[in-house]
């Protein structure tokens, strides 16, 4: 059998695959529609994703974590799901035209319509979790990653012609729709599994406590990743959400997606192994050293080139400039405590889970009000300085669940953090040399910083990028390889 570090590191590769080309299609959309019209449909796609989540109810994470569950259990989340899916978006289809005026009261008309064709996903993604469930606790990353490419295929596709034949905004809409309804067809079919028509109460209330619990974290994570969106949206407009939303699809949008994959990889991981503290303290720290050396000098790379890559967009999203590069230093701090959620619950805290978003929105909802006096700089600013500040007590919970000091915590990302220096340094000395056009500054400055950073993981950094490779092939070092202090 493969190690436990191999199935791992490959998964944390497959299920992180597919975003490469969602994030070209973003990339489209920005450049070729109004940034107005992207700006509402951000805000609708916030409020469809919510409802979606409150749908899913935490139930295929529920049945993730406890190992003893069934075929019955399932099929009860399935129905539950779907008939919750089915009334949300019955219920927002008749309620749209008073939605849209709450949310968006100077183009109710405009933001009304992509409203009505968003929320058209919610039953797709209400239930898709329950599908993917099943794969996650085989740990069959290869098998989850062919449905999420396909589906981006079918997303890019979708855009692509409805684009080309002058849809404008409602392309963005329903190519998401198109997304969500193929990835849980792939979902299905790799899954293997059909939910019989059978709703056993018993097997739900066995799933039921945790999921809520969970999904009342995940509500509040929610709103803590969405609120500078909401606080953007009403006091500056759609237009400067617009600009937010490119700028934070660009850094904060990678790392929602990174922890997502990394709860979908890891989760499963950490609750095979959460009655070994041993092999978890060196599983996890591996993680987050992983985490740190792969995205730490790219984010880098991004904060010193924000000004070429956001113009490559368009000469108009010149405001986005500032928040890319505030944002990317957000993401830096952030990205390293991506997989403490995963500890939460792998250890079944998932009360934890839900009193820290608590607490984080708690702290969020004054700070962000204050930024947003000072326009999208003051918010993207405010991000970042709390995610200092969260990082650090979130950090703390979990070393306490694992027995892990901070010294030995802090021992695995400074290799990772003298890279991303050196990464952004060369850069930034090579950014006054860079060709004019936005398309050849960003080709040659990747180059630079893609040399720089490869210089630096070589001589700061081979034996644990060797280990990681060693892991990722399966071959006899995976042992070694599994402790991040074991080589320098």
């Known amino acids: 059998m493969q ?85 949300t978006t019955t219920a927002v289809v008749l309620l749209v035209s008073t939605v849209a005026e709450l949310v968006s009261p100077e183009d109710a008309d405009g933001f009304g319509p992509i409203l009505r064709g968003l929320v058209l996903l919610v039953p797709f993604a209400a239930v898709s979790g329950l599908f993917r469930a099943r794969l996650q606790r085989d740990l069959r990353w290869r098998a989850m990653a062919v449905a999420e490419i396909g589906s981006s295929v079918i997303h890019a596709g979708t855009a692509l012609s409805l684009l080309a034949t002058g849809h404008g905004i409602t392309s963005a809409v329903y190519s998401a729709v198109a997304r969500e309804a193929a990835l849980l067809l792939a979902l299905a079919w790799t899954a293997r599994w059909l939910p019989t028509p059978r709703f056993g109460f018993d097997a739900l209330r066995r799933i039921l406590a945790f999921g809520l619990n969970l999904t009342g974290s995940r509500c509040l994570n929610y709103l803590n990743s969405n609120l500078a969106r909401v606080v953007i949206g009403w006091s500056l407009g759609m237009e400067a959400l617009g600009f937010y939303s490119f700028a934070y699809r660009l850094t904060l949008m990678p790392l929602v997606r990174i922890s997502t994959i990394i709860t979908r990889v890891f989760f499963p991981t950490f609750s095979a192994i959460s009655h070994d503290n041993d092999l978890l303290r060196r599983v996890y720290l591996r993680s987050v050293q992983a985490v740190a050396l792969t995205y730490w000098p790219a984010l880098a790379a991004l904060a010193v080139l924000a000004e070429p890559v956001v113009l490559l967009a368009g000469p108009t999203m010149g405001p986005a400039v500032w928040p890319v590069r505030l944002l990317a230093l957000a993401t830096i701090i952030k990205a390293v405590g991506a997989s403490v959620g995963s500890v939460f619950l792998a250890k079944g805290k998932a009360s934890w889970a839900l009193y820290w978003s608590a607490f984080s929105l708690l702290v969020l909802i004054p700070a962000l009000y204050w930024g947003g006096l000072f326009g999208i700089e003051g918010v993207c600013a ?54 004019a056009t936005p398309v050849m500054a960003c080709v040659v400055g990747t180059a630079v910083a893609a040399v720089a950073g490869l210089a630096g993981l070589r001589w700061i950094a081979w034996n644990d990028v060797r280990g990681m490779w060693h892991s990722a092939r399966g071959s006899s070092a995976d042992a070694s390889a599994m402790s991040p202090l074991s080589k320098g």
Not at 9 to 17: A, D, Y
Not at 390 to 402: D, H, T
Not at 409 to 428: D, E, H, I
């Open 3 to 87: 190690s436990l570090a191999t199935r791992t590191v490959r998964g944390v590769f497959w299920t992180s695959s597919p975003f490469l080309l969602q994030f070209v299609t973003t990339f489209l959309f920005y450049g070729l529609l109004p940034t107005e019209q992207m700006g509402q449909f951000e805000g609708a796609l916030m409020i469809v994703m919510f409802l979606a989540l409150l749908c899913d109810l935490g139930l295929g994470s529920a049945l993730i974590q406890d190992r003893d569950t069934g075929d019955e259990h399932f099929a009860a989340a399935f129905w539950l799901c779907l008939a919750l899916g089915g009334v």
């Open 382 to 435: 405010v991000l970042a300085a709390t995610g200092a500040l969260f990082l650090v007590l979130s950090q703390y919970l979990a070393n306490r669940l694992m027995g892990i000091g901070f010294a030995t915590y802090s021992a695995v990302l400074w290799r990772p953090a003298l890279v991303a220096l050196l990464t952004g340094a060369v850069t930034l000395t090579a950014l006054p040399m860079l060709p």
